[in-house]
T-cell receptor, first 115, second 115 residues
Framework: GENVEQHPSTLSVQEGDSAVIKCTYSDSASNYFPWYKQELGKGPQLIIDIRSNVGEKKDQRIAVTLNKTAKHFSLHITETQPEDSAVYFCAASEYSGAGSYQLTFGKGTKLSVIP | EAQVTQNPRYLITVTGKKLTVTCSQNMNHEYMSWYRQDPGLGLRQIYYSMNVEVTDKGDVPEGYKVSRKEKRNFPLILESPSPNQTSLYFC??????????????FGPGTRLTVL
């Protein structure tokens, strides 16, 4: 099955700096890669996703890049703000075509933005 | 408001006492899933359901049961809870494959402690 590795496990940045979180996956058949943000005491919330036919996607201060050859994808947050402090999870999904699929999650990155 | 709800949010119980955690979604999603979140292990899938009366095991199904009698509800049942099932549990739902890949919306979580 799919295996997703996420680095770093913790990340501290100064407010206004950029933050980068990287994930690698093992199954070349995976074709959907979402990123979730989990604030303290809440459930994970989808913030951006990318599909295997796209190399990069941007939404305001957040961007995700995908390298299918190397089987890795990254989350980039620019101009970080204190409210970006949270745990971020990457995930990879394989669609079997028979109506069955699963998300496999990385172990998470705790991002702290220091004012 | 579109949402996934879970009840209870917090539960302390004793070994062997059967319990049910309810999950309900109001987005008419076909897909529903249960995850557990443990420190250092990230999110691991317990069971998922592609539609009513269709359920399947995830990565860590031992000690759990589910049912999907209605589209909106997906309860998680622990017939004989043990201390190693102490964890934070999340229910999630999403559209079926072909509509929007594996986009999943998470509930607020249930913190379970088994003494």
């Amino acid at each position: 099955g799919e295996n997703v590795e996420q680095h770093p496990s913790t990340l501290s940045v100064q407010e206004g700096d950029s933050a980068v979180i990287k994930c690698t996956y093992s199954d070349s058949a995976s074709n959907y890669f979402p990123w979730y943000k989990q604030e303290l005491g809440k459930g994970p919330q989808l913030i951006i996703d990318i599909r295997s036919n796209v190399g990069e996607k941007k939404d305001q201060r957040i961007a995700v890049t995908l390298n299918k050859t190397a089987k890795h994808f990254s989350l980039h947050i620019t101009e970080t703000q204190p409210e970006d402090s949270a745990v971020y999870f990457c995930a990879a999904s394989e669609y079997s075509g028979a109506g069955s699929y699963q998300l496999t999650f990385g172990k998470g990155t705790k991002l702290s933005v220091i004012p | 408001e579109a949402q996934v709800t879970q009840n209870p949010r917090y539960l302390i119980t004793v070994t062997g006492k059967k319990l049910t955690v309810t999950c309900s979604q109001n987005m008419n999603h076909e897909y529903m899933s249960w995850y557990r979140q443990d420190p250092g292990l990230g999110l691991r899938q317990i069971y998922y359901s592609m539609n009513v009366e269709v359920t399947d095991k995830g990565d860590v199904p031992e000690g759990y049961k589910v049912s999907r009698k209605e589209k909106r509800n997906f309860p998680l049942i622990l017939e004989s809870p043990s201390p190693n099932q102490t964890s934070l549990y999340f229910c999630a739902s999403g559209p079926s494959p072909g509509q929007n890949y594996n986009e999943q919306f998470f509930g607020p979580g249930t913190r379970l402690t088994v003494l």
